[in-house]
């Protein structure tokens, strides 16, 4: 229902979108390129990368090895359920959270937005070493528990902003006529306010989710030698084990499972959330 | 017995009294408007009805059973609101089957009532489309279908039609009128249209800063009208102010200050020296030329100051001797002719002795 816009002219669009594009190219598109060639070739003899002398050099061991080994399904799959956990417990966390600003007066919404983001004024590290000292004492910390909770801790924000911003434009006006015309609280809930924040759950699902998956800081700092995860692996084939095709081949097998995933959600949402794009 | 009992209902905000002591009765079947502008307490007295509000004094009683207490989604009553609510996620035919479900009827009951309520509103072939699709008009048919298929005993409609654009308005008034007739449920209508409540009600309240003015049919409310607001709020008045010279069984003297003595009846007894308005509706005077002769006793000398041209009535804005200056409504029904009078014209007005009303100030 936008408004018609008028279309500005060839030059115009050139101008205003080559700078983006040209940062675009260099840093974003050709270091991905890099990665994806990376990871046909061989390790160099002090790792890295070997010289390469003809296309005859390029080699598909990287993959070979993954598939060679199950402790890398084992962690893909060890990062999914992490990934998907935390997910889970920031949509319970921040969706009542995210439901008393939006049901909060005007004037007050905005600085209630302003508490949620205000853990980012400080360092995320040091925010993570904090979460050492409080669950060191209390015997929790190198568990799988203190690598879900700082990942929580970290990405519920990324969950409360699209949330509120989803179920602060529904109308009131809605629930009134679910109530007139006979349903309860808990019915209001589930057959109103719930499907129409479903593009909202989607959009804070997709911030927490995917972020979680690459994360190697709080594994590393709060978690014990048995729950390192994909970006552990990655950071540790490039930087520890310099085994540069074996880390590019775990970054683009990532990548795909991540585009995949993003995809399928696309897909289901499409289908599935019919209508509610008219309140988003 | 009514079904719907308003007792002396008062309603506060804080030190405003949005609605005051009001007391209507509305009988089964009955198409009833409450009628007044912006902030004169109507919607407040549709959500204390609905349930959204409770009344600090007084109660509201259905089937002579108090309402007090009871929530919205427990009272057999169903709103129309002003912007229509639809569920954006569901389809037409999901929103109009979510009160049958609410009531838990069964699949079979859901979907016969659903599409015979559909073909009610004229929607048949837009079951499937979803609220976003439909043009204002069908939105609020399907509000309409929602807040009927499953039979309330009252159906309370907030200012319906105030988001159509006037042609859609007048046509579906026209359809509400059918469409009540034709279900036979209680109608509260609430509008500030008095052309739309005089078109569309059985009977109409009148309110004003939270009272109710006037409760009485369309036509007695426009002919003889309570007060002085209720006689400028619906259609268009000329009102002088007049002292009461005689009164005799149901002649009344009256004499308006520089202007003369005017001839009126009223069958009430009223005192002489009694101060008050003298309301004439601009339809029941006659504009002649100085030539033409009337056997009218109000005859009053003027001049045509204005004169709006409205295809099948013209509008003389006439000053008086007194400088006071009225309107009357003439018909151009002769045929061949555009209007009477042109600006400038002097002219008599005169008006029947029993054309006007006396309100009491």
Redesign the interface.
């Known amino acids: 229902?936008s408004a018609p816009r008028t279309r500005p002219s060839g030059l115009t669009e050139w101008v205003v979108t080559l700078p983006p594009t040209i940062f675009l190219l260099a840093f974003f598109l050709a270091p991905a390129l890099i990665v994806v060639a990376a990871g046909f070739r061989e390790t160099g003899e002090f790792g890295g990368l070997a010289p390469i002398d003809s296309f005859a050099a390029l080699t598909l061991d990287a993959y070979r090895f993954l598939g060679g080994d199950v402790i890398y399904l084992e962690i893909f799959a060890r990062s999914f359920l992490v990934a998907a956990l935390t997910t889970l417990i920031c949509i319970v966390l921040a969706y009542p959270l995210a439901w008393l600003i939006a049901r909060s007066p005007k004037s007050r919404r905005d600085f209630l937005v302003l508490l949620v983001i205000l853990p980012f004024a400080s360092n995320f590290l040091v925010r993570i070493y904090a979460w050492i000292m409080l669950l060191g004492p209390a015997n929790l910390l190198y568990t799988p528990f203190a690598v879900i909770v700082g990942m929580v801790y970290a990405h519920l924000p990324f969950m409360v902003l699209p949330l509120y911003t989803n179920l602060e434009k529904h109308?009131p006006?809605?629930l009134?006529?679910?109530?007139?015309?006979?349903?309860?609280a808990w019915?209001r809930f589930w057959?109103?306010t719930f499907?129409?924040s479903l593009p909202g759950i989607f959009s804070g699902s997709a911030l927490v989710f995917i972020p979680v998956l690459g994360m190697f800081a709080v594994p590393e700092l709060l978690g014990g030698t048995g729950d390192i995860l994909i970006g552990n692996l990655i950071k540790e084939q490039f930087l520890e084990n310099r085994d540069w095709p074996l880390g590019s081949a775990l970054s683009i097998m990532l990548t795909i499972l991540v585009l995949a995933l993003a995809g399928l959600t696309a897909w289901a949402s499409k289908r599935g959330?019919?209508?509610?794009?008219?309140?988003t | 017995m009514a079904l719907l009992e308003i007792r002396n209902v008062t309603r506060r905000f804080g030190t405003l009294e949005a609605v005051k002591d009001v007391s209507i009765a509305i009988e089964p079947g009955e198409f009833f408007t409450l009628l007044g502008p912006s902030g004169c307490g109507k919607t407040t007295i549709l959500r204390m009805i609905a349930g959204f509000d409770e009344p600090d004094e007084g109660e509201i009683l259905l089937d002579g059973k108090s309402l007090a207490g009871v929530p919205p989604e427990r009272r057999p009553l169903h709103t129309v609101f002003q912007s229509y609510a639809l569920f954006p996620h569901m389809t037409v035919a999901g929103n109009i089957a979510f009160p049958l479900e609410m009531a838990g009827r069964s699949h079979d009951e859901i979907r016969q009532r659903v599409s015979e309520t559909l073909a009610l509103v004229h929607l048949e072939e837009k079951a499937d489309s979803f609220p976003h699709e439909l043009s204002g008009g069908q939105k609020q048919r399907v509000a309409l279908a929602r807040g009927l298929v499953n039979k309330p005993r009252l159906l309370l409609l907030d200012e319906p039609l105030g988001a159509l654009d006037a042609k859609l308005r007048v046509e579906m008034q026209i359809e509400l009128i059918a469409l009540q007739r034709e279900v036979g449920i209680t109608f509260i209508f609430v509008t500030h249209s008095q052309q739309e409540a005089l078109a569309l009600s059985h009977r109409i309240a009148v309110m004003k800063d939270g009272r109710v003015e006037q409760c009485d049919e369309p036509d007695q409310l426009y002919t003889q009208p309570a007060n002085r607001f209720v006689a400028d709020f619906i259609g268009k008045i000329n009102l002088l102010d007049v002292e009461v010279k005689s009164s005799s069984k149901v002649l009344l003297g009256l004499h308006a200050a520089g202007l003369g003595d005017i001839a009126a009846t009223d069958p009430r007894p009223i005192a002489v020296g009694e101060r008050g308005v003298f309301a004439l509706r601009p339809e029941l005077i006659r504009v002649f030329g100085h030539r033409e002769s009337a056997d009218l006793k109000n005859r009053f000398e003027g001049v045509v100051r204005e004169l709006l041209y409205l295809g099948d009535v013209t509008l003389y804005k006439v000053e008086l001797a007194n400088g006071r200056v009225i309107e009357a409504l003439m018909p151009n029904a002769a045929p061949g002719r555009a209007k009477f009078h042109e600006v400038g014209d002097a002219v008599t007005v005169c008006w029947r002795h029993d054309a006007g009303v006396y309100l009491r100030s």
Do not use: F, K
Not at chain 1, 176 to 184: H, I, R, V, Y
Not at chain 1, 273 to 279: D, M, P
């Open positions: 229902m109308d006006a809605l009134e006529a679910a109530q007139d015309l006979g349903a309860n019915t057959r109103v499907p129409l959330l019919h209508g509610t794009e008219a309140v």
